[in-house]
T-cell receptor, first 113, second 113 residues
Framework: SQTIHQWPATLVQPVGSPLSLECTVEGTSNPNLYWYRQAAGRGLQLLFYSVGIGQISSEVPQNLSASRPQDRQFILSSKKLLLSDSGFYLC????????????FGSGTRLTVV | TQLLEQSPQFLSIQEGENLTVYCNSSSVFSSLQWYRQEPGEGPVLLVTVVTGGEVKKLKRLTFQFGDARKDSSLHITAAQPGDTGLYLCAGVNRENTGNQFYFGTGTSLTVIP
């Protein structure tokens, strides 16, 4: 069966520090991978998606970047965090076929102080 | 970005009551999904609807896709405390390169015992 791992679960970082969140998927190959951010109790904002190794598409201009060094690994990074980067970050994967649903990771609560 | 508006934003009801949550857009979607999310966790897929006018039932939950594939509704019969959570709709258009779904603004449901 397919599983998705996302870590860390919580993170408190000072303004100006770097960020690296990692997400890995098991049990499938060539998945579409996504990073979303969620404000408290609200919908999800798509940040990045990837349809293959080294292929990254950005939805929203921001202080963040993403990379996909391996087929089932997706990394969200920042060189210098801003206060506005605080939020709940979710990694997700889904098959290439259009109507399949997402499987989400358990999320990372990032607080920038 | 394709905007999906959900209503109501917040809903607090007594156990046993019925409720309906709406998801509306000006865009046409190839398919639409509903998710439920509990605090501190990732959303979990409930259903996918793909045909205009389609109705799907999942125990006490009834999902409908609008005839024009621009809107959807979720009806819960005899709500229970376990139904408490954030309900999110998400739509995809086949023209999206990464087949990414765009999420609605969310409806936070609280069912009071």
């Amino acid at each position: 069966s397919q599983t998705i791992h996302q870590w860390p679960a919580t993170l408190v970082q000072p303004v100006g520090s770097p960020l690296s969140l990692e997400c890995t998927v098991e049990g499938t190959s060539n998945p579409n991978l996504y990073w979303y951010r969620q404000a408290a109790g609200r919908g999800l904002q798509l940040l990045f998606y990837s349809v293959g190794i080294g292929q990254i598409s950005s939805e929203v201009p921001q202080n963040l970047s993403a990379s996909r060094p391996q087929d089932r690994q997706f990394i969200l990074s920042s060189k210098k965090l801003l206060l506005s980067d605080s939020g709940f970050y979710l990694c997700a994967w889904r098959p290439q076929a259009v109507n399949y649903g997402y499987t989400f990771g358990s999320g990372t609560r990032l607080t920038v102080v | 970005t394709q905007l999906l508006e959900q209503s109501p934003q917040f809903l607090s009801i007594q156990e046993g009551e019925n409720l309906t949550v709406y998801c509306n857009s000006s865009s046409v979607f190839s398919s639409l999904q509903w998710y439920r999310q509990e605090p501190g966790e990732g959303p979990v897929l409930l259903v996918t609807v793909v045909t205009g006018g389609e109705v799907k039932k999942l125990k006490r939950l009834t999902f409908q896709f609008g005839d024009a594939r621009k809107d959807s509704s979720l009806h819960i019969t005899a709500a229970q405390p376990g139904d408490t959570g954030l309900y999110l709709c998400a739509g995809v258009n086949r023209e999206n390169t990464g087949n990414q779904f765009y999420f609605g603004t969310g409806t936070s449901l609280t069912v009071i015992p």
